[in-house]
């Protein structure tokens, strides 16, 4: 089990101490020194500097914030994007807001994480057989991202898909997410359509039999209603419901 991160560092990505800080297993520093997408880049910046009143003593991640988990994941977990006060202040996917309180524990209670309770990178927190990633890296005003935001960061999924070898299955939590590895799998070769693949909660896509998925490196996707509060808080999605689903995505990437 290992937690992979990236330095969080506003230096140049050819500065040699930047390079030395980044972990074993990492992603390049160029995500941690992004500016592709202005709207995104401003925005993530000043919900650091202006800070929820409750987080106001703490110093905000405010960067990309990358991938979490197990390099030898055999699930690949992908969300929308940071939230505002949870990834954006703490820089670790689905950590210190509601949608981790709901996620971390199911996790937990699949035998996926050595805790129910994530508030911190240096919790302690690990994940065994699963890595959680995003659809983008920086939170968006509203939580509302811009078709070509997402566009432009497919490449850091593409870049999990490729460093995460032992992969078996994706679930996608959200439409967003759903969308995000389709198109990533279009990218490389996989012969199908959004269309042909709609989201919806508890579907199961063998996406890995379609033309085209061998050189895609196409794998089965199961959807999943987003962990977002505002499907947890109102009963769209409650733990039963995320429970079966991620059951099934653990068959599916023979984790048990």
Known sequence: MFSSGVPHDRSTPSAPHARARVPAFAYPVELATCRRCPRLAAWREQVAREKRRAYRDEEYWGAPVPGFGDPAARLLLVGLAPGAHGSNRTGRMFTGDASGDFLYPALHRA?????????????????????????????????????????????????????????????????????????????????????????????????????????????????????????????????AMFDAVLARAKALAGLG
């Open 111 to 239: 035998g996926l994480a050595t805790s129910a309770v994530a508030r911190s990178r240096d919790d302690g927190l690990e994940l065994e057989g699963v890595w959680i990633t995003a659809a983008l890296r920086c939170v968006p005003p509203g939580n509302k991202p811009e078709r070509q935001e997402l566009d432009a960061c497919r490449g850091w999924l593409a870049h999990d898909l490729d460093h995460l070898p032992d992969l078996r299955a994706v679930l996608a939590l959200g439409r967003i997410g759903h969308d995000a590895v389709l198109k990533a799998w279009r990218e490389r070769g996989l012969r199908t359509t959004l269309a042909a693949h709609p989201f919806a909660h508890g579907a199961v896509h063998r996406l890995d039999e379609l033309p085209g998925a061998a050189e895609a490196g196409a794998l089965p996707l199961v959807d999943a209603y987003h962990v977002s509060f505002q499907n947890t808080n109102t009963g769209r999605l409650t733990p």
